[in-house]
């Protein structure tokens, strides 16, 4: 009897011993967690504020592509047109937008742009005549405003008439 007690002691003592292990764990992975989340949160935080300012940037340079587009426009045709951002939701966006006389203005804007920037634009152009209507029989002027343009994108714009702009520099010619 008296084994019999003492192996029971002992597996008592080995049974709180493990008990004490598997506690220390708990409290060590609820540290890590507390830990984790900390770093999770500080991390949304972050990445929140860089989506506030990369929207603010993109904004900004929309609108710096707009003012100098109808600055352009004023020059080359002597009217003042006003030119804005023209969506339909959930169905076509157009970063520039604008009618005046016979034509309208439908621009993309980018900072970095390539041949699917043309194409992109094309097809916004084409749902924008299916879904607008009063602009049938107007000349379109497609325009692709962008910081860095490739030379394809530039040679591919030069042939097929469209507007390609940093605001510094005219890749092609506003037709």
């Known amino acids: 009897m008296e ?9 008592k003592e080995e049974s709180k011993k493990r008990d004490e292990k598997f506690e220390a764990t708990i409290e ?27 929207e603010n940037l993109t904004e900004s340079f929309e609108q710096e592509a707009i003012e100098h587009l109808e600055y352009v426009i004023k020059s080359k045709f002597n009217v003042d047109v006003e030119l804005y951002r023209f969506e339909i939701p959930h169905k076509l966006e157009i970063d520039i937008y604008g009618e ?3 034509y309208v203005v439908v621009g993309e804007v980018k900072a970095r742009a ?49 507007y390609l702009t ?3 520099k005219d890749y092609t010619l506003l037709a």
Not at 3 to 11: F, G, N, P, T, W
Not at 28 to 54: F, G, P, S
Not at 117 to 135: C, H, M, R, S
């Open 3 to 11: 084994k019999i007690d003492k192996a029971i002691e002992e597996m």
């Open 28 to 54: 060590r992975i609820d540290r890590e967690n507390k830990k984790r989340d900390k770093i999770i949160n500080k991390l949304l935080k972050q990445n929140q504020q860089i989506l506030r300012t990369l």
């Open 100 to 102: 005046f006389g016979n």
């Open 114 to 162: 390539g041949i699917s920037t043309l194409k992109k634009l094309e097809e916004k152009i084409e749902k924008l005549k299916a879904y607008k209507f009063g602009i049938e029989g107007k000349k379109i002027i497609p325009v692709i405003y962008a910081m860095t343009v490739t030379k394809e994108l530039a040679d591919t714009c030069r042939q097929k008439g469209v």
């Open 166 to 168: 940093n605001g510094y």
